[in-house]
């Protein structure tokens, strides 16, 4: 994804974990799905989040603040960058993502809830609604 221009969508929204203040759950208020990320990649967004930003310039910035400090960080960063786009919680600029959100379950056999809860620990609880 060379000279493309990212940002983040209006109708997302990024929060903290309550278990960790070193994940994050990206959520788009108006379609299903999630996404947790880490510190750097949370404040990578924040350079995307007022309008579209180079990724070039972005890698750049990331390098300059100590986000990343290597080609393999460098890279690794992109990659989530680009699974966020593919995903539709980061627009590129005339670009519509390839796929839409993969939740598991139909969209036609379960609408989307009103409210999620979202308990996020370090270890697996067996309680996934697949492990049912």
């Not at 972005?58 to 990343?68: D, S, V, Y």
């Not at 839409?100 to 996020?120: A, F, K, N, R």
């Not at 697996?124 to 697949?130: D, E, F, G, P, Y």
Request: aromatic content about 8%; hydrophobic content about 35%; charged content about 25%.
């Amino acid at each position: 994804m060379g000279s493309m221009h990212i940002r983040v969508k209006k109708n997302v929204k990024i929060l903290q974990s309550i278990q960790s203040k070193d994940y994050f759950i990206v959520l788009d208020v108006e379609n299903p799905g999630f996404a947790v990320i880490n510190g750097v990649v949370k404040r990578a967004l924040e350079h995307c989040e007022n309008g579209y930003i180079s990724m070039e310039k972005l890698m750049e910035t990331a390098l300059r603040e100590g986000l990343i400090s290597s080609v393999e960080e460098c890279e690794a960063l992109k990659s989530v960058l680009e699974e966020l786009v593919e995903t539709g919680f980061i627009e590129v600029d005339g670009y519509q993502p390839s796929r839409e959100y993969e939740c598991g379950t139909s969209y036609d056999v379960w609408p989307p809830p009103d409210e999620v809860y979202i308990h996020i620990t370090n270890r697996c609880n067996l309680r996934c609604i697949n492990l049912l």
